[in-house]
């Protein structure tokens, strides 16, 4: 497919992100007639991210009404990454995963360069939030280079990026174990058999207590709850740190009340420049998961 010239001409030359929001030629015209995945088909520079959607099968999606925003990474980005690891995810076996970074990539709405200036994050169609910072360089996506923007498309915008941003690929259970301090909580979820629930879509945000939080519950306490005639008690305790949903810091620092999977509430709030849940402070937040969020906290939170 052939774009025109204008459209040819967008794609080749960098629109800057800044208080001006300046247009690129393509957004300049009348309106476009090609969509994302048509116009990143007529660019040379685009040629690695669309044989990833295809392997990816998503150039369909892609296509449709949309609208959608994508933070496009060019073949030099692409580039960035060891030669074996890119080819790994081309292979049929890893659609999966692949499926997973480009969605990571792709915005539900159309968003311009003006409103990703005025924004801190975004929530992608993989699940995941990507988070934007702007300083005297420019404008970052999760560390990655806008270097291009406001390429109009008919379904939506490309925004053009100069390395590829890779999202979490660990569930909640599987980042706790690999953190190396949850160590007890672990044992505690294999012990009230939730470690399946919790390695499921959910998804699911967890107040997870350290160690250290288990450490000042009284001395026997938490043998005791690992005993097998305890299990229920110790399922309630932990579904009592479960919410449904992804519930992000900003939410929990404005003071709300979450109904947890054990049944009743938990409240929020703020302790001077502490932010509290219950009688346990947030210690780490926003902590991204495939199936959700992860809020560090330094008590055990019990149940009534």
């Given at each position: 497919?052939?774009?025109?010239?204008?459209?040819?001409?967008?794609?080749?030359?960098?629109?800057?992100?800044?208080?001006?929001?300046?247009?690129?030629?393509?957004?300049?015209?009348?309106?476009?007639?090609?969509s994302?995945?048509?116009?990143?088909?007529?660019?040379?520079?685009?040629s690695t991210?669309?044989?990833?959607?295809k392997?990816?099968?998503?150039?369909?999606?892609?296509?449709?009404?949309?609208?959608?925003?994508v933070?496009?990474?060019?073949n030099?980005?692409?580039?960035?990454?060891p030669?074996e690891?890119?080819?790994?995810?081309l292979?049929?076996?890893?659609?999966?995963l692949?499926?997973?970074?480009?969605?990571?990539?792709?915005l539900?709405?159309?968003?311009?360069?003006?409103?990703?200036?005025?924004?801190k994050?975004?929530?992608?169609?993989?699940?995941?939030?990507?988070?934007?910072?702007?300083?005297?360089?420019?404008?970052?996506?999760?560390?990655?280079?806008?270097?291009?923007?406001?390429?109009?498309?008919?379904?939506?915008?490309?925004?053009?990026i100069d390395?590829?941003i890779?999202?979490?690929?660990?569930n909640?259970?599987?980042?706790?174990?690999e953190?190396g301090s949850?160590?007890?909580?672990a044992?505690?979820?294999?012990a009230?058999?939730?470690?399946?629930?919790?390695?499921?879509?959910?998804?699911f945000?967890?107040?997870?207590?350290?160690?250290?939080?288990?450490?000042?519950?009284?001395?026997?306490?938490?043998?005791?709850?690992?005993?097998?005639?305890?299990?229920?008690?110790l399922?309630a305790?932990?579904?009592?740190?479960?919410?449904?949903?992804?519930?992000?810091?900003?939410?929990?620092?404005?003071?709300?009340?979450?109904?947890?999977?054990?049944?009743?509430?938990?409240?929020?709030?703020?302790?001077?420049?502490?932010?509290?849940?219950?009688?346990?402070?947030?210690?780490?937040?926003?902590?991204?998961?495939?199936?959700?969020?992860?809020?560090?906290?330094?008590?055990v939170?019990?149940?009534?």
């Amino acid at each position: 497919m052939l774009l025109s010239s204008a459209l040819i001409s967008a794609l080749l030359v960098s629109t800057p992100i800044d208080g001006s929001c300046s247009a690129s030629l393509a957004s300049a015209t009348a309106p476009a007639e090609k969509s994302i995945v048509e116009t990143a088909l007529g660019a040379e520079s685009f040629s690695t991210l669309v044989a990833a959607l295809k392997a990816a099968d998503l150039v369909e999606a892609l296509q449709g009404e949309g609208p959608f925003t994508v933070f496009a990474p060019t073949n030099e980005a692409f580039a960035k990454l060891p030669a074996e690891q890119l080819a790994n995810l081309l292979e049929p076996e890893n659609k999966g995963l692949l499926t997973s970074i480009l969605t990571y990539h792709v915005l539900p709405a159309n968003v311009p360069a003006k409103t990703v200036l005025r924004s801190k994050n975004a929530m992608t169609l993989n699940g995941q939030r990507i988070h934007f910072a702007t300083t005297d360089g420019g404008v970052t996506v999760q560390g990655a280079s806008v270097i291009q923007t406001d390429i109009a498309c008919s379904n939506g915008t490309i925004h053009v990026i100069d390395s590829i941003i890779l999202p979490s690929t660990l569930n909640i259970v599987e980042t706790a174990v690999e953190a190396g301090s949850f160590k007890t909580l672990a044992a505690a979820l294999g012990a009230a058999q939730l470690v399946e629930a919790l390695q499921g879509d959910g998804p699911f945000t967890v107040f997870a207590p350290t160690d250290e939080a288990f450490a000042k519950l009284p001395k026997g306490t938490v043998e005791s709850l690992l005993e097998p005639e305890n299990r229920e008690k110790l399922a309630a305790i932990l579904t009592y740190h479960v919410v449904p949903g992804r519930i992000y810091s900003e939410a929990v620092a404005a003071g709300r009340e979450f109904k947890t999977l054990q049944g009743q509430t938990v409240k929020s709030h703020m302790d001077g420049k502490r932010v509290m849940v219950g009688k346990s402070q947030v210690v780490k937040a926003d902590i991204e998961t495939t199936n959700g969020v992860i809020h560090v906290i330094d008590s055990v939170l019990l149940p009534e």
